[in-house]
């Protein structure tokens, strides 16, 4: 099984609407659990990042995301989008079962239309 | 602003030629890792290492490989470079003694075999 899913490869949203970017991980056990956002011809800058606490997590540019454990997921919020925000963007996990190394997703392509 | 830097950003090479791709980090990171990255696919760990004198291969099979002699570098390079190797490589890097800490990106090498 895939460890981290990333539904829709490309979502677009109009400017102002909800940025919603899915992502849905397998492990047995809590995983730590990472955003990352990818600008073009760049490389990839952390989000944000949930390990232990609270299981809603704000990030850098009003992003955040709440880990739901019955749920496996670790979906990505944004209230109103901001055209700055169409990037790539990549979810990841990391946990024992994985040798503690960081498994990404395949990525969601975010398009803002003014 | 990087911290983490790879050279050379751009690299249009010829089928036979040797290669090496520069990744070098000013964080004093113990933990480097290599990336590939194609798109709408995962990023892929190619290589990793944890320190000097220590490299490992990750979770795809690559014919590149890696040195670590000084910590803030961490070379890849390519004997003979195929088409089958046109790709972006992500250069990474993190401490070691903040377990899962999140991992620094350089802003990629884009490399095209023809």
């Known amino acids: 099984a895939q460890s981290v899913t990333q539904l829709g490869s490309h979502v677009s949203v109009s400017e102002g609407a909800l940025v919603l970017l899915r992502c849905n991980y397998s492990?047995?056990?809590?995983?730590?659990l990472f955003w990352y956002v990818q600008y073009p011809n760049q490389g990839l800058q952390l989000l944000l990042k949930y390990t232990t606490g609270a299981t809603l997590v704000k990030g850098i540019n009003g992003f955040e995301a709440e880990f739901k454990k019955s749920e496996t997921s670790f979906h990505l919020t944004k209230p109103s989008a901001h055209m700055s925000d169409a990037a790539e963007y990549f979810c990841a996990v990391t946990a024992p079962e994985y040798g503690n190394k960081l498994v990404f997703g395949a990525g969601t392509i975010l398009r803002v239309k003014s | 602003e990087a911290d983490i830097y790879q050279t050379p950003r751009y690299l249009v090479i010829g089928t036979g030629k040797k290669i090496t791709l520069e990744c070098s980090q000013t964080?004093?990171?113990?933990?480097m890792y290599w990336y590939q990255q194609d798109p709408g696919m995962e990023l892929h760990l190619i290589h990793y290492?944890?320190?000097?004198?220590?490299?490992e291969k990750g979770d795809l099979s690559s014919e590149s490989t890696v040195s670590r002699i000084r910590t803030e570098h961490f070379p890849l390079t390519l004997e003979s470079a195929r088409p089958s190797h046109t790709s972006q490589y992500l250069c990474?890097?993190?401490?070691?003694?903040?377990?899962?800490?999140?991992?620094?990106f350089g802003n990629g090498t884009r490399l095209t075999v023809t």
């Open positions: 964080m004093g990171h113990d933990k």
């Open positions: 492990s047995s056990v809590p995983p730590y």
């Open positions: 990474a890097s993190s401490p070691k003694d903040r377990e899962n800490s999140p991992l620094h």
């Open positions: 290492s944890y320190g000097v004198n220590s490299t």
